[in-house]
């Protein structure tokens, strides 16, 4: 990476803009080339940069002037207004919000499954990420179409409130105090109470859909990134919201294109560096969010087969929604575009 290089991160104050700076710290990138930007409400805050701290500064394209980087952790309507301004700028810019995912004209980049793609990136160009839920399927999928073929990967997320941001979390801290002092809470962030529930809606829904945004967006990403790869597996399932803070738990049912013994398909898993394998049920080895948190790998577990339809592999898998879902891949790609920057 050039020395002077200035990464902007946008939405430095949120779930995943926090993490985004732990990464860029944890990667010994200095302060001096790190800004925290947020909109005017958390202007001349103070973020944590390892010891030291940045103050946050409002989003413009002006402020963008002389980023060489730009990481966008914002929700989608604002990555799709900032996004052009740091091109403008001349910035490599990479967004972690659902705004580009769907545009073909976009690369979507997955660290650890495609970062080839970035190598036809132009500067000035955007690049986008998948969501958390895709980046963990993806990952246990990947291993076992090299070794069997898949042909449909069946989801059922369950996905921690922190993945709508800072008020998530808020919120099923408020109605956990609430229910515990016997109050009834109101439901903000989410369609219906959180706490002490399960709600099978996770963002909106897709206009004339029963699909979700988030359900209809594995499905796009996933074809997306396994494009170019043979037959590519199809991915759809449930989101599910449920009143954990981080990490999101997924029941995956893999249908192999031909059956292998249960010990392949865990051989083959473990071939994956992007993978845990936790899988020791007699020794309650397993993986679960609350042991993945800020964990760089997607663990995966509890595989099995039934004996009557062997092609269908069920797993479990847990992702660190916040971190290897988002945050990672968002200090992963900048810096490598940043490295192409430096070789320039
Ligand atoms: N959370 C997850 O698990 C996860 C996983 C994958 C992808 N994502 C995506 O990552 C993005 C960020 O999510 P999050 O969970 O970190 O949300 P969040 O906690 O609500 O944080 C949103 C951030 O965006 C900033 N922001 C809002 N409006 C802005 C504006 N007009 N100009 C500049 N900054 C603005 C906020 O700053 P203020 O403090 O100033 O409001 C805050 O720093 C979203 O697009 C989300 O879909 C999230």
Redo the contacts with the bound molecule.
């Keep these: 990476m050039k020395d002077d290089l200035q990464i902007a991160v946008?939405?430095?104050?949120?779930?995943?803009?926090?993490e985004v700076l732990a990464g860029l710290y944890a990667r010994d990138v200095p302060a001096e080339q790190v800004r925290a930007?947020?909109?005017?409400?958390?202007?001349g805050?103070e973020v944590e940069y390892g010891e030291d701290s940045l103050e946050?500064e409002?989003?413009t394209a002006e402020a963008f002037r002389g980023m060489g980087l730009v990481l966008?952790?914002?929700?989608?309507e604002?990555?799709r207004?900032?996004a052009p301004a740091a091109q403008a700028a001349g910035a490599w810019v990479v967004d972690?919000?659902?705004?580009f995912r769907g545009d073909g004209n976009v690369p979507l980049v997955l660290p650890g499954f495609n970062t080839e793609a970035l190598s036809t990136v132009t500067k000035g160009r955007v690049v986008c990420?998948p969501?958390?839920v895709t980046t963990a399927a993806v990952h246990v999928v990947e291993p076992l179409r090299r070794a069997f073929g898949v042909a449909r990967a069946q989801v059922t997320a369950m996905v921690?409130v922190?993945?709508?941001?800072?008020?998530?979390?808020a919120e099923l801290e408020k109605q956990t105090a609430d229910l515990m002092s016997g109050r009834e809470p109101e439901p903000h962030a989410f369609p219906h109470r959180v706490g002490f529930n399960l709600v099978p809606q996770v963002g909106g829904f897709m206009v004339g859909s029963p699909w979700t945004e988030e359900e209809a967006g594995w499905t796009l990403e996933a074809a997306r990134l396994f494009a170019g790869r043979g037959d590519a597996p199809v991915l759809a399932g449930t989101a599910v919201q449920v009143p954990s803070f981080y990490g999101?738990g997924l029941v995956i049912n893999v249908q192999l294109k031909k059956a292998g013994p249960v010990e392949q398909v865990r051989a083959a898993l473990k071939t994956s560096p992007s993978l845990k394998v936790l899988d020791a049920p007699g020794e309650r080895v397993y993986p679960m969010p609350m042991l993945v948190t800020s964990d760089p790998a997607v663990h995966v577990g509890r595989v099995r087969a039934f004996p009557q339809s062997p092609e269908w592999v069920t797993l479990f898998a847990a992702i660190d929604?916040?971190t290897r879902?988002?945050a990672l891949n968002l200090v992963e790609t900048g810096l490598k575009l940043a490295e192409r920057e430096r070789a320039a």
């Design positions: 946008v939405g430095a104050t949120g779930v995943v803009g926090r930007f947020g909109s005017e409400r958390s202007k805050l946050v409002r989003a966008l952790a914002t929700p989608g604002v990555s207004t900032l972690v919000s659902p705004a990420l969501g958390a921690a922190s993945s709508a941001g800072v008020r998530g979390v999101h929604n916040a879902g988002a």
